[in-house]
């Protein structure tokens, strides 16, 4: 009975965030509070499953952001990508590759929140919608969360469960790892952004230059980046360390900003560091997001606390007896589909030993299961705004911004980008790991 209940209201709550008929943040807690009345899920395990690792990452690095941005070195940079671009198109795809590659190293919320100021600024200097864009910053970092070990949640439970370590994700057992596949997937869905924003028509706007009124933000938030890649390093680290880190440098900005900045009522001090304008990032912070991830989280916690995602996983473990290939697939398109509308945190966690068996009964290698079940979880969560946190966040942003993207928008970019990486990442797979 709590397993129909509970995918009854999640499928309900979600059928509610598709169609808007209501807030995103009322229609996860109603649905969060339904299952908590009804004893579906506990108050306990209602907070256990609220990731607060993206909470911190969140918050932290929304508050370092807010700095970054009233610096003007988004602004700076937006000038320097636009004047060395030939096209719109190259501009775009060209943050896109940076949130790539930060992406790498550090958790995909935070990328989301360090290149959207970035995106802003170039759109504005290109004088186009900034929706499409930002999207395709979100399933681009999404993507190569999976390259490394440090790049994303899902990596750091495989590389525990296989007993991986950093450079394995890049040459494992006298093959190439997990890396170069996710570099050929990124090739392929680069070629769908560019065919999607060659639809955008942008027009030159006059470059003025910028000045930075300070690059104690840009060092901070490069800091954090640095510590972000190291705390993989620790070993047995707690699972809260890197939105400890991304807390940690946000206080740091506002302490740096009371002393030097300007407040509403007294000037800035003279220093050799001009001081940024008035600001108040907390005040200006998007709680409604903070809550929505809250009860997001609790909604597909009670996915899991009921055995129903255990259940998919029974499902495909029965499904592929014998056949290898076969198996591999059904990992693969399986985690996709699954990705899309439930947290892959928890799914990769209950998936992981159940590849590693399917591996054992088809005779195939456990790394090629497990591969495919990090590339679908992944990229699964790429078709939809609501199927990744980074997703939810760059929609956010966008909102901030007077975009309101809606689930076809959002799907029209997510779900070719999708469909192209994972078909090119998961036959390169099977090539390299069968």
């Known amino acids: 009975m709590d397993k129909v209940l509970a995918a009854t209201i999640f499928s309900l709550a979600y059928t509610a965030l598709v169609t808007r008929k209501v807030?995103?943040?009322?229609?996860?807690?109603?649905?969060?509070?339904?299952?908590?009345?009804?004893?579906?899920?506990?108050?306990?395990?209602?907070l256990r499953s609220i990731n607060i690792n993206v909470i911190g990452i969140f918050i932290g690095t929304m508050v370092l952001s807010a700095f970054f941005v009233h610096s003007k070195v988004p602004a700076r940079l937006a000038v320097a990508v636009v004047?060395?671009?030939?096209?719109?198109?190259?501009?775009?795809?060209?943050?896109?590759?940076?949130?790539?590659?930060?992406?790498a190293v550090v958790d995909n919320v935070a990328t989301v929140l360090m290149i959207v100021p970035i995106a802003i600024e170039v759109s504005r200097r290109l004088d186009v919608s900034p929706t499409r864009f930002i999207i395709g910053i979100a399933v681009s970092s999404n993507l190569q969360g999976a390259a490394t070990?440090?790049?994303?949640?899902?990596?750091?439970?495989?590389?525990?469960?296989?007993?991986?370590?950093?450079?394995?994700?890049?040459?494992?057992?006298g093959r190439p790892g997990i890396f170069l596949v996710v570099q050929l997937a990124a090739v392929a869905s680069l070629f769908v952004l560019r065919r999607i924003f060659r639809r955008i028509r942008g027009r030159n706007v006059p470059l003025e230059p910028v000045s930075v009124t300070s690059w104690v933000p840009a060092a901070l938030m490069g800091s954090m980046v640095v510590a972000m890649a190291l705390s993989s390093f620790i070993p047995a680290r707690p699972d809260w360390t890197t939105g400890a880190i991304a807390i940690t440098f946000a206080l740091v900005a506002i302490v740096w900003h009371s002393i030097t900045g300007v407040t509403a009522n007294k000037p800035a001090p003279v220093t050799s560091d001009p001081a940024l304008p008035d600001l108040n990032p907390l005040k200006d912070m998007d709680w409604q997001t903070v809550l929505?991830?809250?009860?997001?989280?609790?909604?597909?916690?009670?996915?899991?606390?009921?055995?129903?995602?255990s259940d998919i996983a029974d499902l495909i473990s029965g499904w592929t007896k014998g056949n290898a290939f076969f198996a591999y697939t059904v990992i693969v398109w399986?985690?996709?589909?699954?990705?899309?509308?439930?947290?892959?945190?928890?799914?990769?966690?209950?998936m992981l030993p159940v590849a590693q068996l399917v591996?054992?009964?088809?005779?195939?290698?456990?790394?090629?299961?497990?591969?495919?079940?990090?590339?679908?979880?992944?990229?699964?969560?790429?078709?939809?705004?609501?199927?990744?946190?980074?997703?939810?966040?760059?929609?956010?942003?966008?909102?901030?911004?007077g975009h309101d993207a809606s689930f076809r928008e959002f799907a029209e970019v997510?779900?070719?980008?999708?469909?192209?990486?994972?078909?090119?990442?998961s036959l390169a797979n099977w090539v390299l790991w069968r």
């Open 414 to 425: 997510g779900f070719p980008f999708t469909m192209a990486a994972v078909v090119v990442g």
């Open 359 to 401: 591996a054992t009964n088809c005779g195939a290698s456990p790394y090629l299961m497990m591969y495919g079940l990090l590339l679908g979880t992944t990229l699964g969560g790429n078709i939809t705004p609501f199927g990744a946190s980074a997703n939810v966040v760059a929609v956010s942003l966008l909102r901030k911004e």
């Open 149 to 173: 070990m440090i790049g994303d949640s899902t990596s750091i439970l495989l590389a525990a469960a296989a007993k991986m370590d950093f450079a394995d994700f890049f040459w494992f057992r």
């Open 23 to 46: 807030k995103p943040v009322i229609a996860v807690w109603a649905g969060a509070l339904v299952l908590i009345g009804s004893q579906v899920i506990s108050p306990v395990e209602a």
């Open 334 to 350: 399986m985690s996709v589909a699954v990705s899309a509308f439930v947290d892959n945190i928890p799914y990769t966690m209950t």
């Open 83 to 103: 004047s060395r671009s030939r096209s719109t198109v190259s501009a775009m795809l060209a943050v896109c590759i940076l949130a790539g590659v930060v992406s």
């Open 292 to 309: 929505f991830l809250c009860g997001l989280f609790v909604l597909t916690g009670s996915l899991t606390s009921t055995g129903l995602v």
